[in-house]
């Protein structure tokens, strides 16, 4: 089985231009790295605002503290954010010129409204961040109100351009097969939009709500029972569990709108070879090239009934279309992967949703008064266990989604009408671009481990320690440093 999938992947290398291997393997690192800090960018502003909201309603310093750190979380995610999204935008152009050449006057405006939404949020992001020493209490607050909604602006410019990509529309081609007659509407509103759009908002809900609360949950399981890890762990999973169900609804809403726009892209996601009714669902498994399914479950009829409803729904397979337009047995087998992992993890993350919302609606029982409490979290260990590893599950979530979109269009670029080989640089040497490879994941990986997450964790144990804080305590830890905020000026020594 494996000598079979390396030949494929060899035939399809070797058919391509030398730079397309290398240039691909650069932008899925990239864009794999990046996509990481999006949850962050997307929902981490809604989470900390609504933090804060707890705080000043309720007069809560815990609550202020936690959403002021998590603030400093959102600066730094921002700062290296715009150094990889630089990095992003320079190999759009440097390394595909065949797309931005051609299409980038088609879909670019995707990309201004992007670029628009990031100034936004950086002029907002500072106000933001300055305020809370220089701000009355409220004003601080309702200047970070707008965060979210550009947030979401930003993302939609992003994957307005993607989901065009998907589906292209809005534009006419000439007697030489140049895009003219320009319908901006239309490219930005592309069919593919809505559900791309909801699908992708959600998972960075879920990934940013799961992901901070592990965080806390790791504490929790350490022994730090104070109310400054219950209330940072409770409000990011609140936001994440109520995300969950929603995400299984909207995920099987773009998986039908897949099975119309794309029906190539979704024969690959579900392993079907040629045309046909009632077609079964495979849980894992590989696609040989000859079209058989090797290994993993078979569930009957599925595939058609979740595709139309009806187990004799046609369901396209990848044999409609000529080889060279679809995705080879190995990229099948790999986006089929992708795919059931995204949805294995979601189901396993709305159990875990389910679990937490059970015990916080059904309460505990002291065991010293015997009365119960309500709205409290659950006390077996099993599930801050899981709570922990939720954030790194929904991340793993999310880039396997990410891979399931993108490979599975393959051989597309602009789907229908560009290929990747096409779109390659040719001006760039193939042993020049596996060069700027190995930096960019030196340069990656020095950013990640070193800039960011030591640093963080050495200056929040630092601040601790100068509080007086050394074990874990019913009262919030305040750092001396911040012993005057979190509003007001700062006292001069």
């Known amino acids: 089985m494996t000598g079979c999938l390396d030949a494929c992947v060899l035939e399809v290398v ?56 998590w603030s400093m979380v959102m600066a730094i995610q921002f700062a290296v954010g715009v150094v990889s999204g630089t990095i992003l935008s320079f190999e759009f152009g440097l390394l595909w010129p065949g797309l931005m050449g051609t299409w980038g006057g088609v879909f670019g405006t995707g990309f201004g409204i992007e670029a628009w939404a990031f100034f936004l949020e950086a002029i907002l992001l500072s106000i933001y961040l300055y305020g809370w020493r220089r701000l009355p209490p409220w004003t601080h607050f309702w200047f970070g109100v707008p965060l979210p909604a550009v947030a979401l602006l930003g993302a939609f410019g992003i994957l307005a351009a993607n989901a ?4 292209p529309r809005g534009f006419r081609l000439n007697a030489a097969g140049e895009p003219t007659d320009v319908d901006v509407w239309r490219v930005l509103f592309t069919p593919m939009l809505g559900p791309q759009y909801w699908h992708f908002i959600l998972a960075a809900y879920m990934a940013a709500g799961f992901g901070v609360a592990s965080v806390y949950a790791v504490g929790w399981l350490r022994g730090r029972r104070d109310r400054y890890h219950k209330l940072g762990f409770t409000v990011p999973f609140t936001v994440g569990a109520i995300a969950a169900p929603v995400q299984i609804v909207v995920g ?32 894992f498994g590989w696609l040989q090239p000859e079209g058989t399914v090797s290994g993993g479950p078979r569930i009957p009829w599925l595939n058609s009934m979740l595709a139309g409803f009806t187990p004799d729904t046609r369901v396209q397979g990848l044999t409609s279309v000529p080889a060279s337009e679809r995705p080879s047995p190995a990229l099948a087998t790999f986006v089929h992967t992708a795919f059931d992992v995204m949805v294995i993890i979601g189901f396993l993350l709305l159990a875990l949703a389910a679990w937490f919302a059970i015990a916080w609606l059904r309460g505990s029982r002291d065991p010293s008064s015997g009365t119960r409490r309500r709205h409290d979290l659950p006390r077996s260990a099993w599930f801050f266990r899981c709570a922990a590893a939720c954030g790194v599950a929904a991340v793993i979530a999310l880039e396997a989604g990410w891979i399931t979109t993108e490979v599975g269009r393959q051989p597309w670029v602009v789907y229908g009408h560009l290929k990747v080989a096409d779109a390659v640089t040719r001006s760039v040497s193939a042993a020049a671009i596996w060069t700027s490879f190995a930096v960019i994941v030196l340069i990656y990986t020095a950013i990640a481990f070193v800039t960011i997450l030591c640093r963080l964790r050495t200056e929040w144990r630092k601040a601790d320690a100068e509080a007086g804080v050394t074990e874990p305590a019913e009262r919030l830890p305040v750092p001396a440093e911040e012993s005057d905020i979190p509003y007001g000026p700062r006292e001069e020594p």
């Open 252 to 283: 099987d809403i773009i998986a039908r709108a897949t099975f119309h726009e794309q029906p190539v892209k979704y024969a690959a996601m579900a392993l079907v070879w040629r045309t046909d009714t009632y077609v079964p669902e495979y849980v």
């Open 164 to 167: 065009w990509m998907h589906s």
């Open 14 to 69: 070797l058919a391509q231009p030398p730079q397309t291997l290398p240039a691909r393997l650069q932008m899925a690192f990239t864009l794999m790295a990046h996509i990481i800090l999006v949850p962050l960018g997307v929902a981490l502003p809604f989470i900390t605002l609504v933090m804060n909201y707890l705080g000043l309603r309720r007069d809560d310093r815990t609550a202020l503290t936690l959403a002021r750190r």
